[in-house]
């Protein structure tokens, strides 16, 4: 009961949390989307030929009913600002590039951190807020929209649909399928096994898919008037190496150094035995996305130097430095409400860091974390949460905290918890948040 009590309190918690500030997940109109997603599905299932739509439309049915519930499980978020200034670089692509029939095109804003964007090859698209935040300009956001849009008019999308189906309906596929149903003993484990190499994705694209995707990109985007240099310029920041993401310092050792409860050297003790393995990790496995979103970028971007003379104006970066700052204030929320919480801190204290966060977030938002994980670990649950150090890579600071966090004992947390909001209980009494968390603490110590 204890474990049940302390879920429903953390749960009923986070709630609280996502409904006070940041980011809406949920549209305000829901009921239209769902028609409009309903309504780009049935269009596209009618493209394929009766040999092919049964299957089809089995594949594209599942596709949208994964993507409502991608929408209600709170992937994509419905910011009228960030929407605004989407529309803005899409009102001048399209403006240059009269020919594009736009008119069913729907983008969504997922809140994945991961820079990446995405062509469904039915009038949907994806931005990832990553994306927004790598970004140095409008320019190189419209650079890589002007590169999914070419998957969409090259119709990749549906051909590599058409292509599996080929596979799928293929006789010797069938012949497979059949041997693996007559086996005397494993016969369902064969099939499925069978059936999981079939599954279709319709984010993979092949190498010569984006090869053609830059290439009629860059068609479109050399009809505008953003600087051309910004077209391979974001190639190249999507080619992404290990230590790039998580390379900003954090102060973790004095953030959670307290006069009446020392920071202790063996919170950051890397245990041998527990963290032995022999491949690397991708750190980001738990986002459930790639760093390298694109395959073969240097390649890609010598191909496009080749074909074309990019000329170098001013870029434009106003506009977009507002939204890298409102993605700045409401990426830990983002993953505080994923319970990454791991990464939630490390963006804490890299932003604290740098002076990009006020004081009474700051605080608000490391109690909340602390809170989190002691009921985590005091549910069991902690290990589902937080990834483990990855010896093989080189991001320092995440490492370190995830030692700290996966080191540290209930006995421990409740005293950090405690400790940070006394040393900083004064400047924060009027802060509810706040106080709630120290009171929380506040019990926790009376024992």
């Known amino acids: 009961m204890k474990k049940i009590f302390y879920l429903a309190i953390l749960l009923h918690f986070g709630m609280v949390q996502?409904?006070?500030?940041?980011?809406?997940?949920?549209?305000?109109?829901?009921?239209?989307?769902?028609?409009?997603?309903?309504?780009?599905?049935?269009?596209?299932?009618?493209?394929?030929?009766?040999?092919?739509?049964?299957?089809?439309?089995?594949?594209?049915?599942?596709?949208?009913e994964s993507f409502l519930k991608s929408i209600k499980d709170s992937t994509f978020i419905f910011d009228k600002k960030i929407n605004k200034y989407l529309q803005n670089l899409l009102s001048q692509i399209y403006k240059s590039n009269s020919q594009i029939d736009h008119s069913g095109f729907y983008f969504f804003i997922n809140k994945s951190l991961i820079p990446n964007a995405a062509c469904y090859g039915n009038g949907i698209f994806t931005v990832n807020l990553g994306l927004l935040n790598l970004a140095d300009s409008d320019d190189e956001i419209a650079a890589v929209i002007c590169h999914e849009l070419s998957h969409y008019i090259l119709k990749h999308n549906d051909r590599a649909l058409k292509a599996y189906l080929e596979t799928f309906n293929s006789k010797e596929n069938k012949q497979k399928i059949n041997a693996a149903a007559n086996l005397k003993y494993g016969r369902r484990a064969a099939v499925a096994t069978i059936m999981k190499d079939l599954k279709f994705n319709f984010m993979d694209h092949s190498r010569k898919d984006e090869m053609q995707a830059d290439s009629l990109g860059y068609v479109l985007y050399n009809k505008t008037a953003y600087n051309k240099q910004a077209y391979v310029d974001i190639l190249k920041k999507l080619d992404f190496s290990d230590g790039m993401i998580f390379s900003a310092p954090t102060n973790l050792k004095q953030t959670f150094n307290f006069n009446d409860y020392p920071f202790k050297e063996n919170w950051l003790l890397q245990d041998d035995k527990l963290f032995d393995t022999k491949e690397s990790v991708n750190d980001f496995e738990l986002n459930k996305d790639s760093?390298?979103?694109?395959?073969?970028?240097?390649?890609r971007v010598e191909s496009i130097i080749k074909a074309n003379k990019l000329s170098s104006t001013k870029s434009r970066t106003e506009d977009l430095a507002l939204i890298k700052k409102r993605i700045s204030e409401n990426s830990i929320e983002i993953y505080l409400d994923a319970s990454k919480l791991d990464i939630a801190l490390y963006q804490l204290l890299s932003l604290h860091e740098k002076g990009e966060i006020n004081d009474a977030s700051f605080n608000e938002a490391v109690t909340s974390l602390l809170r989190k994980v002691y009921l985590f670990k005091e549910a069991h649950v902690f290990g589902k949460y937080i990834g483990q150090v990855n010896p093989f890579s080189e991001e320092k600071y995440l490492n370190e905290i995830r030692l700290f966090l996966n080191n540290i004992e209930l006995k421990n947390i409740r005293k950090i918890g405690y400790y940070y909001c006394q040393k900083n209980e004064t400047a924060f009494k009027d802060n509810t948040v706040f106080q709630d968390n120290f009171t929380f603490f506040k019990k926790l110590n009376q024992n």
């Open 291 to 299: 760093l390298k979103t694109h395959p073969d970028i240097p390649l």
């Open 18 to 64: 996502s409904q006070n500030k940041g980011f809406t997940y949920t549209p305000d109109n829901m009921d239209s989307l769902e028609n409009y997603i309903s309504n780009v599905t049935g269009n596209k299932i009618k493209t394929f030929d009766a040999a092919q739509q049964k299957k089809a439309k089995e594949v594209l049915l599942d596709r949208k």
